[in-house]
């Protein structure tokens, strides 16, 4: 679905990646207390909760008359891209570490592109392909450590095959999607979406044999102001500006640019949390706002 507005699809998956970062921040300064888990279920459950009286404000209601079809694909994009996508994601880092977030964060926009261009026929001109690649080139070349420290190579194949499907099911939730968002309205689909990742992840929590410590993380943490205000930027304000900005350029594009917010991590941690700026993630910052260019305008 196009809009009248030039460019406001591109602009909102931009506007995506720079909340998601802040979001991030916040999260970091919670003092990685909480469980990825428990803090997983905690913002997705704040994010349904606030996006009720949102339907309600804007004159929408949760069930709508239409195709049960509409409500299975968006419930199994949330199954796939929240509940299984964002649980495999954690495992990766797990594995990983911080030091090679990187390549999994890079993955993302490949399958993408690749799905989209499969299943919705959508392609990227030379120019747009090329800044997509310096995207994913400053991503890299900002995150990745030389040597993993402490990271045995067993852990960094399990992180990396992790990573790699999580990127996966993460792009195969957005594909899924995507066709809907010219029916639907975002709000709508951004609810019913977290639904399905919601039952996905109760399901998981369930299963799991270390549950009760992983909840007990979230009700003993001190910092619930950066918890909150984390989860109300990360998964109730940038949901919905991701999907908007989804309906309103190609998937592949906003996934390109959506890839950004490693890059803007960098700038809120330099600004908030004073973390040092050196010569490699320079580089990586202006390397992806060429590539950002690149993909929006042309």
């Known amino acids: 679905m196009s809009s009248s507005t030039p460019f406001l699809g591109e602009a909102l998956s931009l506007l995506t990646a720079a909340i998601w ?45 239409t195709s049960a079809n509409a409500y299975i694909i968006l419930f199994l994009s949330g199954a796939i891209g929240i509940g299984i996508g964002d649980t495999l994601f954690f495992k990766s880092l ?52 030389r040597k993993p420290e402490n990271v045995a190579k067993k852990n960094v194949i399990h992180g990396v095959t992790y990573g790699i499907l999580a990127s996966a099911a993460m792009a195969v939730g957005v594909v899924i999607m995507k066709p809907l968002l010219d029916t639907y309205s975002v ?67 906003a996934s390109a640019l959506n890839e950004t917010s490693t890059i803007f991590i960098f700038i809120f941690a330099g600004l908030i949390l004073k973390e040092p700026m050196n010569l490699r993630r320079t580089i990586g910052i202006v390397l992806a706002f060429i590539g950002a260019f690149l993909v929006m305008f042309f």
Do not use: D
């Open 187 to 253: 709000i709508w689909v951004a609810e019913i979406r977290l639904l399905g990742g919601m039952v996905t992840l109760l399901l998981i929590l369930l299963c799991h044999p270390r549950r009760r410590g992983i909840m007990n993380s979230l009700l003993k943490t001190h910092h619930w102001h950066y918890v909150m205000g984390g989860s109300f930027f990360g998964a109730y304000l940038a949901m919905i500006v991701w999907i908007a900005g989804i309906k309103y350029t190609q998937a592949s594009i």
């Open 21 to 65: 970062a802040f979001a991030v921040i916040l999260f970091k300064k919670s003092g990685e207390t909480v469980h990825p888990l428990a803090l997983n279920l905690f913002k997705n459950l704040l994010a349904i909760g606030l996006l009720l009286p949102t339907l309600w404000f804007s004159g929408q209601t949760l069930l709508l008359q």
């Open 94 to 145: 797990n594995e990983l570490g911080a030091g090679l977030t990187g390549i999994v964060v890079c993955m993302y926009s490949p399958f993408i592109i690749v799905f989209s261009y499969v299943l919705l026929n959508e392609s990227l001109t030379n120019l747009q392909l090329m800044g997509a690649l310096l995207i994913i080139i400053a991503v890299l070349t900002s995150t990745i450590q």
